[in-house]
């Protein structure tokens, strides 16, 4: 009895080393959540990162005592990030490019019912490969107009069987998997990162690179015709604001133009014979 449990402390003392070592070697310590993910994904995972980061899944209680013995008061803030289902991940890569890789490694995954559908699901018009049978039945269940053709079943036109932030019925999730349909991604979700050397903890690191993208562009879209209106000059709005000074200088000569005529217009005739009548 004694000697177990020597062995495990012995163990956990080893764990602690190697993450106290890992804290003070690496640039950057990045929390991601694992929960859901099979092993088989998992260790899948893990192997595409191989060489650009090493990954760990130790006990909470190990990882706050390797934090205590680094005696670094500012990575102690990543604390209060690490929950349960998380793996450490160091790296000596930035902070957001060790996250776009985690986004990068996600796979497709079946819908379970239960979940929450991220979007509008759709089960899309097509050929299968489901063959005349109960699956007649269950794809009418759903509203679903079909026809056989070449002895499978053609889906005629595409339903939606279950809207965004709904919950997934069974009979919805267990003919997506019939189909092969997968609504969902699988992987390691960034959660928050530490910067070692800069010494800065980013509390929300999870990127969504097209939700980005897209804010990137209606950004650029409102930034590009206020730089123009306030005349702000860079090789992006240049060509822009020589074609407005144009438009105003055309806009200036017309209204020059015709102030010009109504003074013309205005000016009061001269009557001769009343000249003449005078003298």
């Given at each position: 009895?004694?000697?177990?449990?020597?062995?495990?402390?012995?163990?956990?003392k080893a764990?602690?080393?190697?993450?106290?070592?890992?804290?003070?070697?690496?640039?950057?310590?990045?929390?991601?959540?694992?929960?859901?993910?099979?092993?088989?994904?998992?260790?899948?995972i893990?192997?595409?990162?191989?060489?650009?980061?090493?990954?760990?899944?130790?006990?909470?209680?190990?990882?706050?005592?390797?934090?205590?013995s680094?005696?670094?008061?500012?990575?102690?803030k990543?604390?209060?990030?690490?929950?349960?289902?998380?793996?450490?991940?160091?790296?000596?890569?930035?902070?957001?490019?060790?996250?776009?890789?985690?986004?990068?490694?996600?796979?497709?995954?079946?819908?379970?019912?239960?979940?929450?559908?991220?979007?509008?699901?759709?089960?899309?018009?097509?050929?299968?490969?489901?063959?005349?049978?109960?699956?007649?039945?269950?794809l009418?269940?759903?509203?679903?107009q079909?026809?056989?053709?070449?002895?499978?079943?053609?889906?005629?036109?595409?339903?939606?069987?279950?809207?965004?932030?709904?919950?997934?019925?069974?009979?919805?999730?267990?003919?997506m998997?019939?189909?092969?349909?997968?609504?969902?991604?699988?992987?390691?979700?960034?959660?928050?990162g530490?910067?070692?050397?800069?010494?800065i903890?980013?509390?929300?690191?999870?990127?969504?690179?097209?939700?980005?993208?897209?804010?990137?562009?209606e950004?650029?879209?409102?930034?590009?015709?206020?730089?123009v209106?306030?005349?702000?000059?860079?090789?992006e709005?240049?060509?822009?604001?020589?074609?407005?000074?144009?438009?105003?200088?055309?806009?200036?000569?017309?209204?020059?133009?015709?102030?010009?005529?109504?003074?013309?217009?205005?000016?009061?005739?001269?009557?001769s014979?009343?000249?003449?009548?005078?003298?």
């Open positions: 009895m004694t000697t177990k449990s020597t062995h495990v402390s012995e163990e956990k764990i602690v080393g190697e993450l106290s070592a890992l804290f003070k070697k690496y640039k950057t310590i990045l929390i991601a959540s694992i929960k859901t993910i099979p092993g088989s994904q998992f260790q899948e893990t192997k595409k990162l191989r060489g650009k980061t090493i990954v760990k899944v130790p006990k909470k209680n190990l990882v706050f005592k390797a934090i205590d680094s005696k670094d008061n500012e990575i102690k990543i604390e209060k990030k690490i929950d349960r289902d998380f793996a450490l991940l160091f790296s000596n890569m930035d902070c957001f490019d060790l996250a776009m890789e985690l986004i990068k490694n996600k796979s497709p995954s079946k819908a379970k019912a239960g979940q929450i559908a991220p979007f509008d699901i759709e089960i899309p018009a097509g050929p299968t490969d489901l063959v005349p049978g109960p699956a007649i039945s269950e009418g269940a759903l509203g679903i079909i026809q056989i053709e070449g002895g499978k079943i053609t889906i005629k036109a595409p339903k939606i069987v279950c809207k965004e932030g709904a919950k997934i019925p069974s009979n919805v999730a267990d003919m998997s019939k189909l092969n349909i997968k609504p969902f991604t699988i992987g390691f979700i960034p959660v928050a530490f910067d070692n050397e800069k010494k903890f980013y509390s929300e690191i999870n990127i969504d690179p097209e939700k980005t993208l897209k804010d990137l562009k950004t650029y879209g409102k930034a590009l015709p206020f730089a209106n306030i005349g702000y000059t860079t090789p709005t240049i060509t822009f604001l020589i074609g407005k000074a144009g438009r105003q200088e055309l806009a200036f000569e017309k209204l020059q133009n015709k102030e010009t005529t109504n003074t013309e217009t205005n000016t009061p005739e001269v009557n014979s009343s000249v003449e009548e005078t003298n």
